[in-house]
């Protein structure tokens, strides 16, 4: 559902185009092709070929060795065909040559020997062998202690996984290609203090990673780019919702990593704690280090969203539920923040309507005026063949960001009494108060949110720690007016892990359907249908082996999968039963 779901309905597309396209090819073109031309014995190469191919792929390997590897820079080129052979090309085609006869005179000598001893010897004694086994188990009381072992190791992979618990991940925890620290003061600080607070970021930065120049080269092999931004572009995108708007009380370092094999083992989510460590202490400023996203954006790990209808209330509750938190010294939390604040500086203009009433002035002329000096207005249009371009009309910048200047223009209006043009400075019939108020005002059901959000420490795993705050939520008060819910990755996590199983039961039943409808009968359907459910332990088995953490689209989506083959397998062993 959601964002999820565009970004991952390209899988499913792709698997049923894929084996469409394979069945197409099996039933139809396979049997074309093998029809006229396959050879129903085995036989090997005879010499006479072996040499006539040889001496061809000999020549081949001449051409293009001395091509390739002989004359630097040369290029084939066929221009009646449209073809042209670059040295890389010409390199391929010789090593390919050279492989294919290296290949071709071992298949004469041993791998034809060795293809005809495992399919006419040492298969079929592994065909006895599994006869005589299976033979062995399902005889008498032997096939009820074989469905009992079955069972028994199908229940010790669920007690397996409780006693080594997998982390629970909503997409697949990727290595840093990027590491960005957000620098924030509060609104209405100076471009000039937060440029000067992301210089000293910059160089901490710079710092950590001088010890990683090759000194073959003098070059930096584990970053290619440090970026710097203030103002426009220095938001954070999960709590700005990619606005564009002018932020010079924000900024942002970006350091991009170069592709993994150029690391030379280095692991850029050590960088990513060591750039943590040394930017913090910044005075009156909070610096926010994260990576790169991997897939759809979801939220940060920890997202707690508060619902109320007074902000004023709610950034109260806020502020004392994140002491609470971290009185509790909950581990891997990085920092717990609020995504709304009032300190947005706003100038309030408070109209005497009385005196204006009396002057025949109305608010909205004086609104529109204010207005139209600070976003502009539109003209005329400027056309220039097929484009249409608008002019727009307004104070200059310095002009605009004057305080004196703005409310010191005059309202032209008509007197209504004389039918005089009449002149009035808007300063004369309003007053300004300079303010605070909500940086940003979020709804959702036509009620009022915010967020506090964190990022995870590296080592540590977002869902247990969310397990962790919800146990130590359970014995906080909040007022009635205020309700708490948990949102970001773990609403998308919930949300994906719900339609997933509601797919899965739904896979199953229409499985159920078909194999009732082909075989006519209740217990030949539970005998396929248990397959599915034994085929789970292996899932589980795997992932307490090999130590994997359980990411519920990858994993989910793989169990469905699952569910198709092993249903097909038991649909093909109970069809040779029958027959």
């Known amino acids: 559902p959601g964002t999820m779901g565009k970004f991952m309905k390209y899988f499913p597309i792709t698997l049923t185009v894929t084996l469409t396209g394979s069945l197409f090819v099996a039933m139809v073109i396979n049997a074309a092709m093998t029809g006229g031309s396959m050879a129903l014995e085995d036989k090997n190469i005879t010499k006479k070929k072996l040499k006539y191919f040889t001496k061809i792929f000999a020549l081949l390997i001449l051409i293009f060795g001395v091509l390739g590897y002989g004359l630097t820079g040369l290029t084939v080129s066929f221009s009646f065909l449209g073809i042209n052979i670059n040295q890389t090309v010409q390199k391929a085609i010789c090593n390919l040559s050279l492989i294919s006869t290296v290949l071709m005179w071992l298949y004469y000598w041993k791998i034809f020997q060795w293809t005809q001893d495992f399919q006419y010897s040492f298969f079929p004694r592994m065909e006895e062998k599994y006869k005589l086994f299976l033979a062995k188990i399902l005889t008498g009381k032997n096939a009820w202690k074989a469905l009992g072992g079955i069972i028994v190791l199908l229940i010790f992979s669920f007690v397996?996984?409780?006693?080594?618990?997998?982390?629970?991940?909503?997409?697949?925890?990727?290595?840093?290609?990027?590491?960005?620290?957000?620098?924030?003061?509060?609104?209405?600080?100076?471009?000039?203090?937060?440029?000067?607070?992301?210089?000293f970021v910059e160089k901490q930065v710079i710092k950590i990673l001088e010890k990683y120049v090759d000194p073959s080269t003098n070059k930096n092999f584990l970053a290619e780019s440090i970026v710097s931004q203030v103002g426009v572009g220095a938001g954070n995108p999960n709590v700005d919702a990619g606005s564009a708007s002018e932020t010079p009380f924000k900024g942002k370092v970006t350091v991009n990593f170069s592709e993994f094999k150029f690391r030379q083992g280095i692991n850029t989510a050590d960088i990513l704690e060591e750039v943590r460590t040394k930017v913090t202490g910044i005075a009156g400023a909070t610096v926010t280090v994260e990576k790169d996203a991997n897939g759809p954006p979801a939220g940060y790990p920890i997202s707690i969203q508060l619902t109320g209808s007074d902000y004023d209330e709610m950034i109260k509750e806020a502020d004392k539920m994140i002491a609470f938190l971290d009185s509790k010294n909950i581990p891997g939390i990085e920092k717990l923040s609020i995504d709304i604040n009032k300190e947005s500086p706003e100038l309030e203009v408070k109209v005497d309507r009385a005196n204006a009433g009396s002057m025949g002035i109305s608010t909205g002329q004086l609104g529109f005026t204010l207005r139209r000096s600070v976003y502009g207005q539109e003209i005329s249009t400027y056309k220039e063949g097929d484009d249409d371009y608008n002019i727009v009309m307004r104070m200059q910048a310095d002009q605009r960001k004057n305080e004196n200047i703005l409310f010191n223009q005059s309202l032209t209006f008509r007197n209504q009494n004389n039918g005089q043009i009449m002149q009035v400075p808007i300063s004369a019939i309003s007053k300004t108060d300079k303010t605070t108020t909500y940086n940003q005002i979020k709804r959702k059901n036509h009620r009022r949110i915010m967020t506090v959000y964190s990022n995870v420490l590296t080592g540590f795993n977002g869902d247990e720690i969310t397990k962790q705050i919800q146990e130590e939520l359970k014995s906080y008060k909040f007022p009635n007016s205020v309700t708490y819910s948990f949102s970001g990755v773990q609403e998308e996590q919930g949300k994906n892990q719900n339609f997933l199983m509601y797919a899965l039961f739904l896979a199953l039943a229409g499985i159920t359907i078909i194999i009732v409808l082909q075989f006519n009968s209740v217990s030949k359907t539970i005998v396929i249908m248990f397959t599915v459910l034994l085929s789970f332990s292996g899932v589980f088995y795997g992932y307490v082996i090999a130590n994997m953490d359980f990411v519920i689209l990858m994993t989910m989506m793989g169990i469905i999968s699952l569910a198709g083959v092993v249903v097909k397998n038991g649909i093909v062993l109970m069809d040779f039963f029958v027959l």
């Open 160 to 199: 397996l996984l409780g006693i080594f618990p997998r982390k629970v991940l909503f997409f697949p925890d990727n290595v840093p290609n990027q590491v960005i620290a957000y620098i924030e003061y509060p609104q209405g600080t100076s471009i000039d203090k937060t440029n000067k607070a992301t210089l």
